[in-house]
């Protein structure tokens, strides 16, 4: 009889990625009984000891995580050695590690290869994107593969992580005043593609009146002054 497994998977977003990451991997294996246990927006030690608590009382369980916090990522490491959990980042080689703990040979067959490695390429992409948002690390600018532009409140962000998760690596620049553009860009704008995003002004001043709210802020300023926004607009779209 075979040994089942409680697979715990976690994810410090969706959690989309490294489900299909686990579905890739399990095809590698024919003989493998596992429950899932599926965990998204995991940001804090407290939500990981929960989990580990959760884990520990489970037989054989196996932990899989995406989590972009460099120190995150060690306390659960951290925290599950010390509690005999196996626990894995997917960029590590996960075939084989999982082939040593379920003492099976992979079967290596190459469709499910090539899907992991789509996976791996998606994750790089997510993580180069997390650490590029909103004018981060500007000078890895040059290794992005899209580049965005825009105002405050033109779905940047969310566009970015959009198409990190098709695997590009993708930057986000806010458009603050005339210097915002990095010189990179405009002595090697055709090198890479760049693209403007752009609102109407009615629109985003909903958008940021809506934004102040929620974080109880005032609106009497320029961030939703309708004319200052106008300006900014005029302003991106002359310099896209």
């Known amino acids: 009889m075979n040994i089942k497994h409680n697979i715990y998977l976690i994810s410090d977003s969706t959690g989309e990625t490294i489900g299909r990451i686990f579905l890739a991997l399990k095809a590698q294996f024919k003989n493998f009984e596992y429950n899932n246990h599926q965990f998204s927006f995991t940001r804090t030690e ?43 980042g997917v960029l590590g080689d996960l075939i084989l590690n999982f ?7 992979a079967s290596h067959i ?4 090539h899907t992991l490695e789509e996976h791996y ?42 198409l990190a998760n098709r695997g590009y690596k993708t930057s986000n620049i806010p458009l603050i005043n005339e210097n915002s553009i990095p010189n990179f860009l405009k002595e090697k704008a055709k090198l890479k593609c760049v ?7 009615t629109r985003l001043i909903d958008v940021r009146k809506n934004r102040m709210t929620a974080l109880k802020e005032e609106h009497g300023t320029d961030y939703t002054n309708i004319e200052k926004i106008e300006k900014e607009t005029k302003n991106a779209k002359e310099a896209f």
């Not at 082939?99 to 040979?105: D, N, T, V, W």
């Not at 693209?195 to 002004?201: D, F, H, I, M, P």
């Open 46 to 88: 407290n939500q990981i000891q929960k989990i580990l608590e959760l884990a520990k009382e489970q037989k054989e369980p196996i932990i899989l995580y995406t989590i972009v916090d460099d120190n995150l990522a060690k306390y659960l490491e951290e925290k599950a050695k010390k509690l005999s959990i196996p626990c894995f």
């Open 99 to 105: 082939s040593k703990l379920l003492k099976q040979k």
């Open 110 to 113: 190459p469709s499910g290869q």
């Open 121 to 162: 390429k998606r994750i790089e992409a997510i993580q180069f994107t997390m650490n590029h948002d909103d004018g981060n690390m500007i000078k890895d600018l040059e290794k992005s593969d899209i580049i965005l532009l825009g105002v405050s409140r033109t779905s940047k962000t969310p566009t970015s992580i959009y």
């Open 195 to 201: 693209v403007g995003l752009t609102a109407e002004a």
